[in-house]
Nanobody
Framework: QVRLVESGGGSVQAGGSLRLSCVAS????????MAWFRQAPGKEREGVAANYGGYSTYYGDSVRGRFTISRNAAENTLYLQMNSLKPEDTAMYYC????????????????????WGQGTQVTVSS
């Protein structure tokens, strides 16, 4: 059974940086998609960034140029480096994993993912 555990969230001032990590267990290899989503109170879950097969990357418009997703297949770990953080980045951030290629139909669509972590909170103050 796939299990995802996120870490690295916290509180930071606008303009600061955070690095999120997601460790996957119960699955090995670099196939499939791993992604970061976020959800703020009262808003829909939003795709932030995704990685397919350890090489293809996808970013949401609101974070492109500020966030970087990376994946270490040997450690089964996904990272999200977040720079130039803004108050509107405040949300619960979730790691997601899909082993099948259906995630390529929409790498930033939450409906394409089967496995989810519990989330880590990111709060950016102005």
């Amino acid at each position: 059974q796939v299990r995802l555990v996120e870490s690295g969230g916290g509180s930071v001032q606008a303009g600061g940086s955070l690095r999120l990590s997601c460790v996957a267990s119960g699955y090995t290899g670099s196939n499939g998609c791993m992604a970061w989503f976020r959800q703020a109170p009262g808003k829909e879950r939003e795709g932030v960034a995704a990685n397919y097969g350890g090489y293809s990357t996808y970013y949401g418009d609101s974070v492109r140029g500020r966030f970087t997703i990376s994946r270490n297949a040997a450690e089964n770990t996904l990272y999200l480096q977040m720079n130039s953080l803004k108050p509107e980045d405040t949300a619960m951030y979730y790691c997601a994993f899909e082993t099948s290629s259906r995630c390529l139909e929409g790498p930033l669509q939450y409906s394409k993912y089967t496995h989810w972590g519990q989330g880590t909170q990111v709060t950016v103050s102005s």
